[in-house]
């Protein structure tokens, strides 16, 4: 017994899918073949993902605005950077959170400064 997944059949073959289902469903039915029903996932990227990938994810992008300097960095001027990018100010204050909560950014006293943190860097 061979088993053949009817989709990439009907793509190799250049044919519709539900047309080769159709004919094995009528094969099936003369008891020329048994079918087994198998679930699928297919995951496809939005554009928004596709954007990642091509320039990075907005927590690389804002850590890599982020000078090495001790001193850090005005968070109001990173932010601007930010934006600047296409992000809008809902993004930086998430980008931010999750830069801090990871440990891969720390304030710098009491000034809205951020510096790099000891926590790595980012996945692009």
Do not use: C
């Not at 679930?39 to 000078?67: C, M, T, V």
């Amino acid at each position: 017994h061979r088993e053949i997944n009817s989709k990439k059949f009907a793509a190799s073959n250049g044919g519709d899918h539900n047309a080769v289902v159709g004919i094995l469903k009528s094969l099936e039915s003369t008891e020329v073949v048994v079918l087994e029903s198998a679930r699928e996932n297919e995951w496809a990227l939005k554009d928004e993902g596709r954007q990642y990938i091509q320039d990075g994810s907005p927590e690389w992008r804002f850590f890599h605005l982020i000078p090495e300097d001790p001193e850090g960095a005005p968070l109001t001027e990173l932010v601007e950077a930010f934006k600047a990018l296409g992000f809008d100010d809902k993004k930086a204050k998430m980008t931010q959170g999750q830069l801090m909560s990871r440990r891969w950014v720390a304030r710098k006293g009491d000034k809205a400064n951020l510096r790099l943190g000891g926590g790595g860097v980012p996945a692009r």
